[in-house]
Structure formats: structure tokens, C-alpha cells
């Protein structure tokens, strides 16, 4: 049952998943609402929901067209449909109204290129506008898609699907139960089922934590302070939680979170120039950018590439891919493979000219090296999914420091193998034991082995196999299929790393 659900969502990207969630949830709402199952009229909330949509995609227009910068293509229909999901539906003689979702909408769009730090947004869009809405206007919001039962079921599953599509379990775990130990510290003992009650069934809990703490973009990146800042959005999203008079709302409780995450987060957007695009195997090719500041980062992670694509398919324009080149290197390295038919990003990727730009941001990723240099590493690579191993290796050799290092790298076919000049330089010096494994047969005096990776293979290869830490990166089946292999063997869960990143598709 796993297995076909993460196969659906590794066919489309994080942001094309939460617009399918949230136009779901606003579709489900308008049906509902002619049974008057759910207590928002139908056609104040599609006359509302084209008012913010409008707003939404004229500011988002100008400021793009201003400042000649390409947004994602989805970010602001994201934005649109939880503002209609959260603010009260108004009609058009209702003019207070109708100005606060105008405000609310123009304000969270605008705030992502306003309130910028180094062309990165500080704050989550939606609780901005909110804010704002509520301060001038005393137009605030009513989260009225997480009050009712009917459209609980809707929010739960789907928000499910967002989490496990961005492995962020750990962090709306935390936002949850720091909510719950809010309420029951700050809930009289006689009121205290009734609180829990609430929280889960009534309040903005789930549905904030689906659709707004999962945004990459304001959330905090490392393992431990996406813990942090989920518990520190959740405990002040409490409803009794208050300091003096101020009783934060869930919006507030955001904005205080984002300025957690903006400290201790790496910083910035990247301009990248393309300086020129190298064939590294058949079908992968090296694109090599100049930035306009040198990104900070640790080999094998990630960032989110923004692209102005002209006619974006449902995997969108902004699409997170490994850093290819090592952090010490003064040129960025983007390593990508290029199959039949390839996505408008791609195809718009591969028509790039040097002195063409791209967009990078959000440096993300725990797939990096150990710091302890004496433990000893087992990778196991699929593919493109070499291009992490390519970054930490080329950083091992520029600093001289050799690791124990036995690296299992798959393809398809021996002209598919890429990077081979500097894995054989660190090989050399540095002591990498490096087996290459080719599916089709090739012509004999290659140095390969013939198949697929698989558990013979490790064994007689990785002899201690039970002393390494693995690494594994490649296609997500792959990915998965290595996990459970290495877990059969008796490797523990704690020496098996995973490179993932929100999106295969």
C-alpha cells in the first residue's frame, strides 16, 4: 500500500502536491456548502476565492515583472487558496470585508519579495497578510476549514500526503505535541478533555500544520531546529498560552517560528550564472554556474533551483536538486540526467546559454559526511544519484583527507558512469575502493561487475560491511530497496543514511 502511495507522490513535486490539497479542500467546501454541511456560503467563498486570486497573481506580476526575477509558478495559487481557506468568505456589498482579503492577499504576496534578506523571504506569506489584515482592517482570521468535522477527514488525509511527501514527520510531531502540552499546562483539570477536544477537532491545529509549518521556504532546515521551531509555532498556537494581555494567534505563533528558523537557517537566495554545461556520462551533463556570492553548504546537500520556465508542466518551475560540486570549489556544479521527453524545467535547463540565470535557495540535506573522519563509510550510488558522493568526494581531495571509503556505484550502462577522472584521482590519493556495477553486458576487459547491486554483492565487497555506515542515494525505489536489504543483514537504522530531498518527480 506504501510502496503505490509514495510511487503517486514521487510523480509530482511538493508544491504541485499542496495545491491539489488545498484546491481540494476550498472544492470540497463549495460542494458541501449547497448541503449546508459546512457553514460557508458557496458563493461568498467563490466570490472571495476569485477576489484573492486576482490580488494574488496582479501583485505577484508586478513585482516579478519589476524586478525581473522568476517566482514559482505554483507559490502563488498556494498562497491564494489557504488565505480563502482561513479568512471568512465575504460577498461584494460587504466592503470591510472585501478590502481585508484584498489587503490580507496583496500584503502576503508582496512580503515575499518586501520583507527579503539577501532575495530570501524572512516570513511565512499567508501569516503576514493575516496579520496585517487584522491590524488595520480588524479583519482576522477564522481558520474555519479546521472548525468543521466534515472537512476534518479531507485535511487529515491530505495533510498526511504533504508530510510523507516531505519527511517532515518529525517536525509536525513536534508542533503537535508542544501544542497539546500548552493546552493541558495552561487548561484548568475539570476543562481538560474538553481542550483536547478542541484542539484536535476544532481548531487550526492540523490543517496550519499540513499546509503552512511544511513550507521550505520559512521553515528552519537542520533536523534539530526543525524540531525547535515545530515546537515553538505549536506551544504559542496554544490558545490559552499568553503573555500579559497578548494572547498570540496561530499566525503570530508562525511569525515569532519564522524568526527562530531565519537565525539559524542558512541565508539568502542565489543568482547563477551559467558559465557552460559539461557532458560528464551519456544522457548527464555538468551545468556550471558563477554565483553572485558564494553559497554556504556541506557536500551533499541540496538546494531549491528556480527557473523561469514559459510553459511550466505540473512538476513546476522551482525543483530541488543535489549541489554537485564540493563547497570548497569556487564554481557551482548542478549534475543532472536528461531522459526521453523531459519536463519543461528540464527542457528549458538544457536550452541555457552561459550568461543565462538561475534562482538557488533553501540549502537544505542531513545526507553528509560524519564528522568523526575515522568512521569508516560504505556509499552505494543509482544513476544521477551519484552527484552527492561526486561533492563530498571532491571536498575529501581538496582537503587532502583521506576516509574509508568502499563505494558501490550502479548504471544501466558503462557509458552512463560519470565523474570516473576524479573518482580515480581519489583512488589514488586517497585510498577509495570504488566497484562499478553495469546492468547491460559490455565488451570484455572492463573492470565491472556485471548486474545489479545487490546483497551478494555487498557482502563480497564490503567484507565489513558490519563496521560501515551506508549511504545510499539514487532513484527512490532504489533508495528504499537498499534500506530493507540493509536492515535483512542486521544493519542498524542508526548507520543507514538516505539522500532525500522533497520531489523525485
Not at 26 to 31: E, I, K, Q, S, Y
Not at 267 to 289: H, N, P, Q, S, W
Not at 311 to 329: V, W, Y
Not at 348 to 356: K, V
Request: proline share 6%; with cysteine.
Amino acid at each position: 500500500m506504501m510502496k503505490a502511495i509514495d510511487h503517486a507522490l514521487n510523480r509530482t513535486t511538493m508544491y504541485r502536491l499542496v495545491l491539489y490539497y488545498t484546491a481540494g479542500l476550498v472544492g470540497a467546501a463549495f460542494l458541501l456548502g449547497f448541503a449546508r454541511l459546512v457553514p460557508e456560503d458557496p458563493t461568498a467563498l467563490t466570490f472571495s476565492l476569485a477576489l484573492i486570486l486576482g490580488t494574488c497573481w496582479v501583485t505577484n506580476r508586478l513585482f516579478t515583472e519589476f524586478l525581473r526575477i522568476p517566482a514559482n509558478a505554483e507559490s502563488f495559487y498556494i498562497t491564494a487558496l489557504i488565505l480563502a481557506l482561513i479568512l471568512p468568505p465575504v460577498t461584494a456589498a460587504n466592503t470591510v470585508g472585501v478590502a481585508g482579503l484584498v489587503l490580507a492577499a496583496f500584503i502576503a504576496i508582496a512580503s515575499k519579495f518586501l520583507l527579503a534578506i539577501g532575495r530570501k523571504h524572512i516570513f511565512n506569506p499567508v501569516a503576514v497578510g493575516v496579520v496585517v489584515a487584522a491590524l488595520v482592517l480588524d479583519r482576522p482570521a477564522t481558520w474555519w476549514v479546521g472548525g468543521n468535522l466534515v472537512l476534518l477527514p479531507l485535511v487529515l488525509v491530505g495533510g498526511l500526503l504533504v508530510t510523507r511527501k516531505v519527511q517532515r514527520f518529525g517536525m509536525v510531531g513536534a508542533y503537535v505535541l508542544a501544542n497539546i502540552v500548552a493546552t493541558m499546562l495552561t487548561t484548568p483539570p475539570d476543562m481538560l478533555g474538553m481542550g483536547i477536544e478542541q484542539t484536535f477537532l476544532y481548531s487550526p491545529l492540523l490543517f496550519a500544520g499540513f499546509a503552512m509549518l511544511t513550507e521550505p521556504l520559512t521553515a528552519a532546515h537542520g533536523r534539530w531546529s526543525r524540531l525547535a521551531f515545530g515546537a515553538i509555532v505549536g506551544a504559542l498556537s496554544s490558545p490559552n498560552v499568553h503573555f500579559g494581555s497578548l494572547y498570540p494567534t496561530p499566525e503570530m505563533a508562525f511569525l515569532a517560528g519564522n524568526l527562530f528558523a531565519y537565525a539559524v537557517s542558512p541565508k539568502g537566495r542565489f543568482k547563477l550564472t551559467l558559465l557552460r554545461i559539461e557532458k560528464m556520462a551519456a544522457g548527464c551533463y555538468d551545468f556550471v554556474f558563477q554565483s553572485d556570492r558564494r553559497p554556504a553548504f556541506q557536500a551533499g546537500q541540496y538546494l531549491d533551483w528556480t527557473l523561469d520556465v514559459p510553459n511550466p508542466d505540473n512538476r513546476g518551475n522551482r525543483r530541488p536538486f543535489t549541489i554537485a560540486s564540493a563547497p570548497s570549489e569556487a564554481e557551482v556544479r548542478l549534475g543532472v540526467k536528461f531522459y526521453h521527453e523531459p519536463s519543461a524545467f528540464k527542457a528549458s535547463l538544457s536550452a541555457m546559454q552561459p550568461g543565462d540565470v538561475i534562482y538557488g535557495s533553501h540549502v537544505a540535506g542531513s545526507f553528509t559526511l560524519p564528522r568523526d573522519p575515522a568512521e569508516k563509510l560504505a556509499f552505494i550510488a543509482g544513476g544521477i544519484g551519484i552527484t552527492p558522493f561526486r561533492s563530498m568526494i571532491q571536498e575529501l581531495v581538496n582537503r587532502e583527507e583521506s576516509r574509508s571509503i568502499v563505494m558501490l556505484y550502479g548504471n544501466n550502462k558503462l557509458a552512463e558512469v560519470a565523474y570516473t577522472e576524479l573518482f580515480e584521482q581519489a583512488t589514488r590519493s586517497l585510498g577509495l575502493r570504488i566497484v562499478y556495477a553495469v546492468v547491460a553486458p559490455e565488451a570484455p576487459g572492463y573492470d565491472v561487475h556485471h548486474g545489479f547491486i545487490d546483497e551478494g554483492l555487498i557482502l563480497r565487497e564490503i567484507p565489513d560491511w558490519n563496521e560501515r555506515t551506508f549511504y545510499i542515494s539514487g532513484p527512490r525505489a532504489m533508495v528504499v530497496g537498499f534500506r530493507e536489504a540493509l536492515r535483512r543483514l542486521g544493519v542498524p537504522r542508526s548507520r543507514i543514511r538516505l539522500d532525500y530531498f522533497p520531489g523525485f518527480a
